[in-house]
């Protein structure tokens, strides 16, 4: 069966840190995948997706960036964090678009 | 782009209350529609989807959900609630074909109380 995994779950950074968010998926090959950010009250914001690897969509100007080395794992990352940048960071993977998402645990990061 | 509200932001019921929370949705196209839910503690989770077809579908843990199209609606319901759904519920759509536009409500975080 497939499995997702996201790391860490909590990380509190200071403001003009560098940041580092990982996410792998085991059980399956070639899946689409998405980094989330979650507010409170305003529902998931689509922030990254990827078809494949090297392939990356940015879907809303930021500081942050993506990257996919390999076909199965997802990296979001910032060269240094803003305060707006605090929240919560859902990573998901589907196996085309017609498929639902399944979501990793998510990061909860701080910024201070 | 394409919007879905929820006009529900928290609900409060007691167990064996009936549950209807609402999701309205704006495009013209054909979509998918989903409902997700997160229990306390757990990760998101598929709860239903719509492609095509009856437009009455049932998921997991007795709900079911009913695509209007004429209302742009996708109301997610539940006979008789019981403490373990307390949860948020997240109403979700997308263009037929384009996950990547996938849009989330804000939410509805219910609380069912014993």
């Known amino acids: 069966s497939q499995t997702i995994h996201q790391w860490p779950a909590t990380l509190v950074q200071p403001v003009g840190s560098p940041l580092s968010l990982e996410c792998t998926v085991e059980?399956?090959?070639?899946?689409?995948l998405y980094w989330y950010r979650q507010a409170a009250g305003r529902g998931l914001q689509l922030l990254f997706y990827?078809?494949?690897?090297?392939?990356i969509s940015s879907e809303v100007p930021q500081n942050l960036s993506a990257s996919r080395p390999q076909d199965r794992q997802f990296i979001l990352s910032s060269k240094k964090l803003l305060l707006s940048d605090s929240g919560f960071y859902l990573c998901?993977?589907?196996?085309?678009?017609?498929?639902?998402?399944?979501f990793g645990n998510g990061t909860r990061l701080t910024v201070t | 782009a394409q919007s879905v509200s929820q006009h529900n932001h928290h609900v409060i019921l007691s167990e064996a209350a009936s549950l209807e929370l609402g999701c309205n949705y704006s495009?013209?196209?054909?979509?998918?529609l989903f409902w997700y839910v997160q229990y306390p503690g757990q990760h998101l989770q598929l709860l239903l989807k719509?492609?095509?077809?009856?437009?009455l579908v049932k998921g997991i843990k007795g709900f079911e959900a009913e695509f209007i199209k004429s209302k742009f609606s996708f109301n997610l319901r539940k006979p008789s609630v019981q403490w373990s759904d307390t949860a948020e519920y997240f109403c979700?759509?997308?263009?037929?074909?384009?996950?990547?536009?996938?849009?989330f409500g804000s939410g509805t975080q219910l609380t069912v109380l014993p």
């Open positions: 998901a993977w589907n196996r085309d678009p017609n498929s639902p998402l399944h």
């Open positions: 059980g399956t090959s070639n899946p689409n």
């Open positions: 990827s078809v494949g690897i090297g392939q």
């Open positions: 495009y013209g196209g054909t979509v998918n």
């Open positions: 719509y492609f095509s077809g009856d437009p």
């Open positions: 979700a759509v997308n263009p037929s074909g384009s996950a990547r536009q996938l849009t």
